[in-house]
């Protein structure tokens, strides 16, 4: 009680008034989550304004609900402007004043955000207190140039083999991750993150999950599972659920890209995720809307492009000079019957540098990632894979293309010469040994020396339909007997002679152990 | 139309001469009804009332706590270039003056600092 008393009176007797005059301004009107106000006729665009409820209330009134709501300067017109409410829009009121706060939208950040769950204005929303985060900085900033960026060659991996070994991922690149909706786009985001795990501390990722008009209770579900997988130690929640006003939901993904900034400017590797960009697009088209700008195509405002380039742009890989960090993004984009031709997944794929593109059809199949080789490509390629993948992934995007355009030909003949059956065999294998379940990401050195055993004939002998036990009987026999080879993939990044001659030696007396008790 | 009509009578207005602002109203008054536009007179007359109280707003304005600060709020909002012809008494604020013209705000008052001081106590 003392120490609260105390601390009131320190803050009576810092109260120095404001010196000046402060432009304000007042709501004309209000609806939709918009607010138009008369006055402020310096106002900047993309200024922060405060809505005052205590200005023209009795005080004991006012605080009954102190909490205070912002707005964004979004359209400067001749006679006033509008603003985005950025909390309960019920709560403004026609004559309320409204406050310049001097500065262009921006959110507390800082080391301490680590394992918390924040919303886009950067507020704990995970019941733990206060963040700490000390520095402000705004939340819309001009991307890197060219100077300041270096090639992205660092792989991120993701766990996943068959993103590893055939969509490569670089630290600094944006990969979209395009689908139908429950097509396993999150989950590959999800693992992605929980894989950082394996990765050493010293190299880490931080990384930024920014959920954008989700369900409460999946994000709720997606931050109970980090937390129990250990990797809210390296992760922040951005969220920004569907119950939010659609201007959070705006700015929810710019948040994640302020935080992720932080780190890759203190030269740390960092990766934001951004599920999902459509739900942003979404959201942006109301406000859009609402403050009566034109409609263009599927009624989109004109500049819904420059949102999501702008966005983008800023996932990069700082040049030595700039300390080396790198900020990699993953934006998710939900098409719809698969129409990747819309106007939004159309936008997103020229903007970004490759694409994960997930199928219903092999969903359905049972394919886990349901990843469509033919169209999912990442335009960094090898640059961004380790020396080891790079040597055991070799040729699989072509033999699996080439196994799909013969499976489709194999529904209409059944009489198959030995070389196509032999071709057929050999990508149902491959398919099944890409084939991986939700939750489990692989350290690079066993998907390195899992695919090697399976690029190399170690797994001819059994049937496609066997794959996936065998499979995780040679994880088990690799860790357990091979554990001094997958240190050295992992130390050096390569499979260099003397550990591929180790290798196949383990992988011949797997082979033996298997045809013994088969 | 509607907003046309209005900044025109407006600007008559802003003139400050009564002759000019009753040509304004009575050349007006013709031209609606040479165009058969009189209908349009009720709302031309509600946007005027809207403007008038938007300026009534905008006008120079000092208010205390109290009647006995009124003497010093008043000269020290005129060392900050707003004069108000007298000062009215709001007792929320609890103690000090504010005082607002043409969208400029100077708080000193007691509640300001007091709802300050609040949320950075309570955050």
């Known amino acids: ?518 | 139309m509607i907003d046309t009509y209005t900044r025109l009578l407006e600007a008559a207005a802003e003139t400050g001469s009564a002759e000019v602002a009753q040509v304004a109203v009575t050349k007006l008054m013709m031209h609606l009804q040479s165009s058969g536009r009189v209908n349009m007179l009720p709302q031309i007359v509600r946007e005027l009332r809207k403007v008038a109280a938007y300026r009534h707003t905008l006008r120079p304005r000092v208010e205390v706590a109290s009647q006995k600060e009124a003497p010093e709020a008043l000269s020290a909002a005129a060392e900050f270039g707003i004069h108000a012809p007298e000062a009215t008494i709001n007792p929320s604020l609890i103690r000090g003056w504010r005082a607002q013209e043409n969208g400029r705000l100077i708080d000193h008052s007691a509640k300001h600092a007091l709802a300050h001081i609040y949320q950075k106590v309570t955050v």
């Open chain 1, 1 to 518: 009680m003392q120490s609260i008393i105390e601390r009131i009176e320190k803050e009576i007797n810092a109260w120095v008034p404001e010196k000046g005059t402060e432009e304000v301004g007042t709501v004309r009107s209000t609806g939709d989550g918009i607010a138009e106000i008369s006055g402020l006729s310096k106002v900047a665009m993309s200024e922060m304004v405060l809505f005052d409820p205590t200005f023209d209330r009795p005080l004991a009134e006012a605080l009954k609900d102190p909490s205070p709501i912002y707005g964004l300067i979004l359209n400067l017109e001749e006679d006033g402007v509008r603003a985005v409410i950025l909390g309960e829009a019920s709560k403004i009121y026609e004559g309320m004043l409204v406050r310049r706060l001097g500065r262009l939208l921006s959110i507390p950040i800082g080391d301490s955000l680590i394992g918390r769950v924040i919303n886009p204005l950067g507020e704990p929303v995970d019941g733990k207190g206060v963040t700490g985060a000390k520095e402000i900085r705004s939340i819309e900033r001009e991307a890197y140039g060219v100077i300041d960026r270096a090639p992205v060659q660092v792989p991120l991996h993701t766990g996943i083999k068959a993103v590893d070994a055939m969509i490569p991922i670089g630290r600094g690149q944006r990969e979209l991750i395009i689908g139908d909706r429950g097509t396993g786009k999150t989950s590959i985001a999800i693992d992605t993150i929980l894989n950082q795990k394996n990765e050493p501390e010293a190299t880490r990722p931080i990384c930024i999950y920014v959920a954008i008009g989700q369900k409460e209770s999946k994000t709720a579900k997606i931050v109970a599972e980090f937390s129990a997988r250990g990797a809210m130690e390296y992760t922040i929640v951005v969220t920004a659920p569907a119950s939010a006003p659609a201007a959070i939901q705006f700015l929810a993904p710019f948040a994640g890209a302020t935080i992720g900034e932080y780190f890759m400017e203190q030269g740390k590797d960092a990766l934001v995720v951004y599920d999902d960009l459509s739900k942003q697009a979404v959201a942006y088209r109301q406000m859009s809307l609402l403050l009566r700008r034109p409609p263009g195509r599927e009624a989109y405002p004109g500049d819904i492009f420059y949102l999501h380039s702008r966005l983008l742009e800023r996932a990069a890989k700082l040049s030595k000079e700039k300390g080396g960090g790198s900020l990699t993004a993953l934006p998710i984009i939900e098409t719809q019957e698969g129409d990747v031709s819309a106007y939004i997944p159309t936008n997103v794929i020229s903007i970004t540098d490759g694409q994960i593109y997930l199928e219903t059809d092999l969903f359905n199949k049972g394919q886990r990632p349901a990843i469509n080789v033919g169209i999912s490509v990442s335009r960094v390629g090898s640059a961004a894979q380790t020396k080891a993948m790079k040597k055991v992934s070799g040729k699989i995007k072509l033999e699996l293309a080439q196994f799909r355009e013969l499976e489709a030909f194999m529904q209409f003949s059944s009489d198959l010469d030995a070389a196509t059956k032999k071709s057929i065999d050999s990508g149902r294998r491959m398919t099944e040994i890409l084939n991986q379940d939700r939750g489990v990401p692989l350290p690079f050195e066993m998907e390195a020396a899992i695919i090697f055993a399976a690029t190399n004939g170690y797994l001819d002998r059994v049937a496609a339909e066997d794959i996936r036990a065998v499979e995780t009987k040679l994880q088990e026999y690799l860790s357990r007997e091979a554990g001094g080879i997958l240190v050295a993939i992992r130390e050096s990044k390569e499979i260099r002679e003397e550990t591929e001659k180790a290798l196949r030696e383990k992988l011949e007396a797997f082979v033996e152990r298997q045809l013994k008790t088969t």
